[in-house]
């Protein structure tokens, strides 16, 4: 086995070093002795980049290398990133000028309007007015202004609570126009800014809009395309051989295979000198 003399600088102890763990032992501070010439005997030993052994320079040698096998850590990092707690964060305070802040955002002012209308009671928003002091919903001040905001972004009819139409955005392409007469009284130059000045005013109802990750409504900005049906191509039933009983009022009297069957005289044509009358019709009357 070679070996080479190191020395401990500290304490200038040598000892004779197994070549091979030459690399451990100068990691630990020992030094190869210099011989007299004033070189070290390690000058014709390189260290090998693959084994990290040293060993003569130019000499073939065997690489003993062990690599480790790999470990698929997914699992374990799947189960810390489940387990892991994330602090909440900081909650914002409920103050006007933080209510404000947020209803610059036009989804989060769609749902504001949308939960104030819906803290009115049936009554007050069938009415257009606020009867009961409970503090809840629009003040007497906006509630007919207050209703129409909240039947633009919900589609309700106040009178019935139904949805009778689309739910729109308060920057919807129509919505200034739809409320030009509030907005011009108000000196306001949208909608969005009116629904903000009406929100402001209740900002004591609206603490939930700054609740974390309160999204708002995202509703259409403009009309939706509607597609118009082409009308179906009518199928018409030869009737010939019917005979005409009578013709009173919208109506005529049919004898068909007999049996006196009644028709509206707006479905009976004749087409091509023949009298038809609808398909559907037909088989309503089993004619066919």
């Known amino acids: 086995m070679k070996t080479i003399t190191m020395i401990n600088p500290e304490n200038s102890n040598t000892y004779e070093i197994p070549l091979s763990e030459m690399t451990d032992y100068m990691m630990m501070g020992l030094v190869p002795v210099e011989t007299e010439e004033g070189e070290t005997e390690t000058n ?12 003569i320079e130019g000499e073939d040698h065997t690489c003993d290398l062990f690599l480790e096998e790999d470990i698929d850590a997914q ?3 799947d189960r810390d990133i489940a387990s892991a707690v994330f602090p909440e964060p900081d909650p914002i305070a ?14 989060i002012l769609n749902a504001a309007i949308a939960q104030l209308g819906d803290l009115q009671t049936t009554d ?5 007015t606020t009867n009961h002091l409970n503090g809840q919903g ?16 919900t589609g309700k009819d106040a009178k019935t609570m ?14 200034d126009a739809a409320f030009q007469r ?3 009284n108000y000196e306001f130059s949208s909608a969005v800014q009116l629904a903000q000045h009406v929100c402001a005013f209740h900002w004591r109802q609206l603490e939930s809009i700054l609740e974390p990750g309160f999204e708002g409504m995202d509703l259409p900005k403009v009309d939706q395309r509607r597609t118009t ?25 049919l004898l068909w295979d007999g049996r006196k069957i009644w028709l509206p005289t707006s479905q009976l044509k004749k087409i091509n000198g023949a009298l038809r009358i609808p398909s559907w019709l037909a088989q309503k009357n089993d004619m066919i």
């Open 124 to 128: 007050e928003l069938a009415a257009g």
């Open 162 to 175: 139904e949805e009778r139409w689309e739910k729109k955005c308060l920057s919807h392409s129509r919505a």
């Open 75 to 77: 699992g374990a990092i």
């Open 94 to 107: 409920h103050t006007k000028e933080n209510i404000i802040a947020a209803l610059q955002n036009v989804n």
């Open 182 to 184: 509030q907005t011009r």
């Open 229 to 253: 049906k082409k009308p179906r191509k009518q199928d018409w039933v030869d009737i010939t051989g019917a005979r005409v009983l009578t013709v009173k009022g919208g109506g005529t009297q």
């Open 138 to 153: 629009f003040s007497a001040a906006f509630a007919r202004t207050g209703r129409r905001l909240w039947q633009w972004t």
């Open 44 to 55: 014709d030993y390189v260290l090998c980049q693959t084994c990290q052994e040293a060993h």
